[in-house]
């Protein structure tokens, strides 16, 4: 199982971001995970999967920026390790 973490910078709050994020992974499938706004305006995502093209796909659509209203300017991408999720999920 590959663990990733992504650290997104640019205009990723308030425009839907954390949502299209959620449908992403649902829609590629296989992805487990969390992503969440941070207090600094960046968006934090733990994501892991078995499938290393679904999980390079779904990092190269969040390098674009699933929602039509963000602009991404910068993914920091790090395998971590953290306990496993069974579902993707949408903090607050």
Same mark, same amino acid.
């Given at each position: 199982? =590959? =663990?990733?973490? %992504? &650290?997104?910078? !640019?205009?990723?709050?308030? @425009?839907?971001?954390?949502? *299209?994020? #959620?449908? %992403?992974?649902? /829609? +590629? !499938?296989? %992805?487990? !995970?969390?992503?969440?706004?941070?207090?600094?305006?960046?968006? /934090?995502? &733990? @994501?892991? *999967?078995?499938?290393?093209? $679904? %999980?390079? $796909?779904? +990092?190269? /659509? @969040?390098?674009?920026?699933?929602?039509? #209203?963000?602009?991404?300017?910068? @993914?920091?991408?790090?395998?971590?390790?953290?306990?496993? #999720?069974?579902?993707?999920?949408?903090?607050?």
């Amino acid at each position: 199982m =590959k =663990k990733m973490r %992504l &650290l997104v910078s !640019g205009r990723v709050q308030g @425009v839907g971001f954390r949502y *299209s994020t #959620y449908l %992403l992974a649902q /829609e +590629i !499938g296989d %992805l487990y !995970g969390r992503v969440w706004n941070n207090d600094d305006g960046t968006v /934090e995502i &733990l @994501v892991q *999967s078995d499938d290393s093209a $679904k %999980l390079a $796909k779904f +990092i190269q /659509e @969040v390098r674009k920026g699933p929602s039509p #209203y963000a602009k991404v300017t910068y @993914v920091d991408v790090n395998m971590v390790t953290f306990s496993d #999720y069974s579902d993707f999920q949408m903090a607050n």
